[in-house]
């Protein structure tokens, strides 16, 4: 089955039923060690899982490690280019459940990204990325304990498909007389737009399919949480883009208000709702007024689509969501991309679960993550209906490779994320519990020492994977 690589010979797959995993005490969990400072990372990470679950469950459950390869450390077994290995993929499609350090991105042609090929071949269309604060890790904000979000990006659409062609071939030159001569003109909203010559074209889809696969899993998430948590933002840039990410908008509300029409309530409906109750004898004129600024200065058709708007959320859903049962459901609302990067500063504690296209939610994790420590405090998984793989979310920092000096909080709380996705939750709390302890205590490496005032002395990477087990028994 494989060319270069042995299954361990004890353990059991990870299978999957109704898009969840189901663990067995053993799994066979495939690893990629990563590159660049990979070679110091998954030791330690390692290290941690392995003790935790011992301690947690006594030696009931074990995890068995699978070592697969990609990236420079696989170009080396496999062959020059040989970046992602067929063996790499069957394994983590075969397995369910893998783990893996950062990634070097290939020089040359073929792969662009090594970790969105994985998105993309095994349709890993939930990257998920919490942001949470450990008490006593430097940061640049006043109240980084405010922030405490999950950011569900869509991995698999928008522009990281790919599909783009370069200025001046001869497929862009034709795609844009194409559109400059055809489909523009024949499109009255564009007017007498066009597109200049000497432009690189690209193609940004998103389709309802994807964009609601997305939402469902957030909302899912949601339902998980403690009642005060128990939201989900839209993220998009509808105002400008308004048919793919003002589509990736209404294609969340409309999942939300469809398929978990009793868990859920929009924002809007909300204020209807509230409204009514504030006076039960409000018309639907006044209460139409109140949710939409300028109503007055609207045609009289607009007014009355809003008032049918107001009438419709009321015999739908008053018996159910009304007298305050609202409250209890799900909050559903949306923001602007541009606003929301503004938002989790000045109130950050108004938000739980961001769910977003690709580009956004890439830009908006990392900062995110910048917040309450940095990328080397940031955990990402890529989840799938039947594949999750955790992984580090920073870069391979070549330089620092075989230094054992960087930080490996990013992959062991990747780890955590596994564990927790496997439903291990008393071996992911451990570690949480050792990691609070030794940033309480100021045991770290150099990249949160040096930011602590005064200074202190830095650990090693593998000695921070030892300070976090010693704190298991806090």
Known sequence: ???????????????????????????????????????????????????????????KRQISWFKVYAGDEACELYGTYQY?????????REYGVAIKGPLTTPIGGGIRSLNVALRQIHDLYACVRPCKYYTGTPSPHKTPEKLDVIIYRENTEDIYLGIEWRQGTEIAEKLINILNTELIPATPEHGKKQI?????IGIKPISKTGSQRLVRRAIYQALRLPKNKQMVTLVHKGNIMKYTEGAFRDWGYELATTEFRNECITERESWILGNKEKNPDLSLENNARQIEPGYDALT?????????????????????????????????????????FQQIQTRPDEYSILATMNLNGDYLSDAAAAMVGGL?????????????????????????????????GSLILSGVMMLEYMGWQEAADLIKKGLSGAIANQEVTYDLARLMEPPVEPLKCSEFADAIIKHFDD
């Open 84 to 92: 992602l290995p067929e063996d790499t993929t069957t394994a983590i």
């Open 376 to 408: 080397g405090m940031g955990p990402g998984a890529n989840i799938g209906d039947e594949c999750a793989i955790f992984e580090a979310t920073h870069g391979t920092a070549p330089k620092h490779a075989g230094l054992d000096r960087v930080n490996p």
């Open 300 to 340: 009289p058709e607009k007014q009355a689509e809003i008032c049918k708007e107001v009438e419709g959320v009321l015999n739908a859903i008053w018996e159910t969501h009304g007298n305050g049962k609202w409250k209890e459901k799900i909050m559903v609302n949306d923001r602007i991309a541009d606003s929301i």
């Open 196 to 200: 200049r010559l000497d432009s690189g």
């Open 1 to 59: 089955m494989y060319e270069k690589i042995t299954p361990p010979t004890t353990g059991e797959k990870v299978t999957f039923k109704n898009g969840e995993p189901i663990v067995p005490d053993n799994p066979i969990i495939p690893f990629i060690r990563g590159d660049g400072t990979g070679i110091d990372l998954w030791p330690a990470t390692e290290k941690v899982l392995n003790a935790a679950v011992a301690k947690a469950y006594g030696g």
